[in-house]
């Protein structure tokens, strides 16, 4: 038996470095973020938005946020925390939910520029109008946290860390090769 090792690591392309990573095109920028701090919270979201003082109903898909500390629905029993998380700390807390520290398993893109809408009609099934109490969508294939970020303009994807090359790639074809996304 020949000794041939399979090297699947050659059929994908290197990871950009996150910290410059950037794609413009007209009217479109996609870059990654680097966020303080993202927590999943699990259970009794009331219960939890108490004894934080974090907003306990969070932002849905495409709903506007502003500032570093943010909360967003993923369902009814799930927020992502973006930022602090006061007064509660990590795993099960006995008013009825749990944190769970996920800010290494997410990364964060930011898509701004007044055709930024124009990219997420080709990512998502999203209807702008009515885009549903959930942040939590597909886009471009992949699970994804969908919503705006200080402007309409601005959309900011999460996006689990495993997924970030296949959808940078998909940025770089739309973006890059048509110029006109």
């Not at 000794?3 to 479109?28: M, N």
């Not at 979201?45 to 709903?63: M, T, V």
């Not at 601005?154 to 790639?169: A, Q």
């Amino acid at each position: 038996m020949a000794d041939h090792a399979l090297d699947y690591g050659q059929k994908w392309a290197e990871l950009p470095d996150w910290s410059s990573a950037r794609l413009e095109a007209q009217g479109i920028a996609v870059r990654a973020l680097e966020c303080r701090a993202q927590y999943l919270v699990s259970g009794d979201l009331e219960a939890f938005g108490r004894a934080s003082g974090c907003d306990a109903q969070g932002a849905g898909a495409l709903g506007q946020v502003t500032g570093e500390d943010y909360s967003l629905r993923l369902g009814r029993d799930r927020l992502m925390i973006v930022g602090g998380c006061p007064g509660t700390s990590p795993g099960w807390n006995a008013g009825g939910f749990a944190v769970t520290d996920v800010g290494a398993a997410w990364l964060v893109l930011e898509v701004s520029g007044p055709r930024s809408m124009d990219l997420l009609s080709r990512g998502s099934t999203l209807d702008p109008a009515n885009p549903g109490p959930s942040a939590m969508a597909g886009f471009a294939g992949v699970p994804a946290v969908l919503y705006c970020h200080g402007s309409s303009s601005t959309l900011r994807i999460h996006v689990e860390r495993g997924l970030t090359g296949y959808l940078w790639s998909w940025f770089e074809a739309v973006v890059q090769s048509t110029g006109d996304a």
